[in-house]
């Protein structure tokens, strides 16, 4: 290479560190999303206990090692009717000023192979803010250390948080908090959940301490409204059987509840739609191209006996690059920079908010 080459490279090299070193670095996130996108196009759908969830946590691990970080595969089984499935969670430790621990997880595996979801938002964008996290929080000085947690095998019965929650070796002692992190992008809009207030059904934990934890909620919901005014995180209203921004045990953030960890679980969606059950969040985009027929006027199917589509991302055709990128690419980035810039604060100012 020639000097001047060189002077240049190095000079590039510099700048780019200067862009991170200001706590933002929304290309890394996209990067990594759009790196995702090509990885599964070429993998496939990742079932629990699959080899493609295999591969999908190799992936990960090496994401995270190129970042300079130590992973741990935690391997884990469980039993099913087709016999034992064997998954893993993968563990990323960084070191903060406390030995205090706040946990951000997310599940890789994916769910609905049969419909053609290739699970880019359920939970790809999960597992890429966990990347992004772990970029923007390198050589910070960290109220809490953080360990960031991939589930495996969540789509199957949370197996993966379940078990590691169970874990023999004291795998929550020092954890302060956890956040969820749950098809982050994709929905009309982004919400935080708290657990509901009426403790969950928690039999598969030795001993259920149920924790509720609003404060955890309002603290991530604060950063948000503080760093992007109206379109910060919302509350959910209240639907049947669930309050104000509180939510159900279905994914990764309930072991932890039921362990009386508090917990926050961040999600995208739109709970303003009325889908074929109602005003509860699982109509997730009003937009026309991912219903039969939507009537704008009264935020629903135009006609409810017709209706396949029922504006639902999840476990569907339409979590698929082909579906998701051509109509919402630019969406999906500015929500998830959201997401991670949310986070990321949040992690740096955690001790104003978890006591
Ligand atoms: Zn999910």
């Excluded at 240049?8 to 200067?18: K, T």
């Excluded at 969830?53 to 992936?59: D, L």
């Excluded at 130590?70 to 030995?99: A, C, H, R, W």
Aim: charged content about 25%; proline content about 4%; aromatic content about 10%.
């Amino acid at each position: 290479m020639k000097k001047t080459t060189l002077f240049l490279a190095l000079g590039l090299l510099a700048s780019s560190h200067q862009v991170l070193a200001h706590g933002d670095s929304p290309s890394y996130a996209w990067d990594q999303f759009e790196a995702l996108v090509e990885v599964s196009k070429k993998m496939g759908p990742r079932l629990a206990g699959t080899e493609q969830e295999r591969e999908m946590a190799n992936w990960l691990t090496g994401q995270w090692t190129t970042l300079g970080y130590q992973v741990k595969t935690l391997p884990f089984e469980y039993k099913t009717k087709k016999g034992m499935i064997k998954s893993s969670n993968l563990v990323v430790d960084i070191k903060g000023t406390s030995e205090q621990i706040l946990v951000v997880g997310a599940h890789y595996d994916s769910k609905g192979a049969k419909s053609g979801s290739l699970g880019i938002l359920d939970n790809g964008s999960g597992m890429v803010a966990l990347l992004a996290l772990a970029n923007d929080l390198k050589g910070k000085k960290l109220p809490f250390s953080v360990r960031l947690i991939a589930f495996g095998a969540e789509e199957n019965g949370l197996k993966g948080s379940k078990a590691y929650v169970n874990r023999d070796d004291k795998p929550l002692n020092n954890v302060v908090a956890m956040i969820n992190l749950d098809t982050i992008i994709g929905g009309d809009k982004l919400y935080v959940h708290s657990p509901l207030t009426k403790p969950y059904t928690c039999d598969y934990v030795k001993e259920a301490n149920f924790e509720s934890s609003p404060q955890l909620r309002e603290g991530l919901r604060a950063v948000s409204t503080r760093l992007y005014g109206d379109s910060a995180h919302l509350l959910h209203d209240a639907f049947k059987g669930y309050p104000q921004g509180e939510t159900g045990d279905w994914s990764d953030h309930a072991p932890f509840a039921c362990n009386g960890i508090k917990t926050a679980y961040l999600e995208a969606t739109n709970f303003a739609i009325k889908g074929k059950n109602g005003n509860d969040g699982y109509s997730q985009i009003a937009d026309k191209e991912y219903w039969t027929c939507f009537d704008e006027k009264n935020i629903g199917a135009c006609d409810r006996k017709k209706e396949k589509q029922w504006g639902e991302i999840w476990h569907t055709k339409f979590d698929h690059p082909d579906y998701l990128l051509p109509k919402l690419a630019p969406r999906l980035k500015s929500q998830l920079n959201q997401n991670v810039k949310v986070l990321a604060s949040f992690v740096l100012e955690a001790d104003k908010w978890i006591k």
